[in-house]
């Protein structure tokens, strides 16, 4: 196939990610209006055969300090066909395009899953002594051609990130927890959480925690308790206003883009969370909890409500997004693991982010200043 590769106009770029089972959130327009401190554009792939639009991607441009030069970055992006045979006639142009935009270095995270763990090897790793990290765990699943696809992207001179990430931005975690849900029952689902998960979902129904949706105007109360979560979790929370316009700028492109959850108990908000959804692919993105109320579970029946909505949804995959590789139970990290394996879902390990330095000076100016940092 020979393809020519173009900016394209947002209906172009929507329509095109709608005629898909799924993208990343991070990959359709609305992101870019999220990010405001970056520039954007959307690339489009065609066939020059038939004309069709054949793949997107969204880049946000980052300016450099000073010089009129920006990092490019496609956030698990771009959507096009990774395991093509002639993957550079794909991202040869892509490169060139970018140069002339003014890029000095290109950053992207290729939604491409290598390998997966199911959560009963997990534990079983987790009991295991001289398990320390998922990888030295048998995977249950691995994906042959993402290896090529790894070793074609580095014979191109991409440069794989490191496993925390380079690049001013947010980097995308390398691995994450699903729960599939295509050919499964929800009681299939509800059977494979783990005792404590089972049991917390019945206390809190038992102590009559309710689940309920919010709206715009329930934001002061998100930020309240996600405030909360970030003195205890120890990291810098974003704004309220951020997350108002990621729910104003994503629903005005699709009404049921994002949705703000909350569980309550007498009249108290405990806990809340946010969830995207991208065709049959719905993220639980940001989660927030009060220090108080824990012994009624409000995580637990949220996470619940929320999967059972995605499921009725029609979706493929509830996924809970980010976690660290520990298996080490004294790492500050481990406990995100272990909360998320009891859902019984599956541990994966995408590709990783790549980098292309387009000048080598500048991007390697860049990896010094954000060491830095």
Wanted: aromatic content about 12%.
């Amino acid at each position: 196939m020979s393809l020519t590769l173009r900016t394209i106009s947002r209906e172009q770029h929507l329509a095109y990610i709608q005629s898909l089972p799924s993208a990343s959130n991070m990959q359709v327009p609305a992101w870019a209006d999220v990010k405001t401190e970056w520039r954007s554009e959307g690339l489009g792939w065609f066939d020059d055969r038939t004309g069709e639009l054949v793949g997107t991607g969204l880049v946000l441009y980052r300016q450099l300090p000073k010089i009129k030069r920006y990092l490019a970055y496609l956030p698990e992006g771009p959507v096009i066909n990774w395991y093509a045979p002639n993957l550079h006639e794909w991202l040869e142009p892509m490169l060139a395009h970018l140069k002339e935009q003014g890029a000095f270095s290109v950053k992207m995270g290729p939604p491409v899953v290598i390998r997966r763990w199911e959560a009963n090897s997990i534990k079983a790793g987790i009991q295991n002594p001289d398990v320390k990290r998922l990888r030295d765990i048998e995977a249950d699943f691995i994906e042959p051609r993402a290896f090529e696809v790894r070793d074609k992207l580095r014979r191109m001179g991409w440069q794989q990130g490191e496993d925390g990430g380079a690049g001013f931005g947010d980097v995308q975690p390398r691995y994450v927890f699903q729960v599939p849900l295509a050919n499964r029952s929800l009681e299939e689902v509800h059977k494979n959480f783990n005792q404590l998960w089972r049991r917390n979902i019945k206390k809190a129904e038992k102590a009559g925690v309710e689940v309920v949706q919010g709206g715009y105007e329930d934001f002061d109360e998100w930020q309240r308790l996600y405030e909360i979560t970030a003195v205890r979790d120890h990291f810098r929370p974003r704004p309220k206003e951020y997350f108002q316009r990621m729910w104003k700028v994503l629903n005005a492109e699709d009404p049921n883009r994002m949705r703000l959850y909350f569980a309550r108990h007498n009249g108290v908000n405990l806990s809340a969370a946010t969830m995207l959804i991208v065709g049959g692919h719905v993220w639980y993105s940001y989660g927030a909890s009060d220090n108080i109320g824990r012994e009624v579970r409000p995580s637990n029946a949220m996470q619940w409500r929320m999967l059972r909505d995605a499921y009725a949804l029609g979706a493929t995959v509830y996924d809970l997004r980010g976690i660290s590789d520990t298996l080490d139970e004294t790492d500050h990290l481990f406990g995100l693991i272990q909360f998320k394996v009891g859902t019984g879902g599956q541990a994966a390990e995408y590709l990783g982010e790549w980098d292309f330095p387009l000048n080598k000076l500048l991007h390697k100016a860049l990896d010094i200043y954000m060491s830095r940092r």
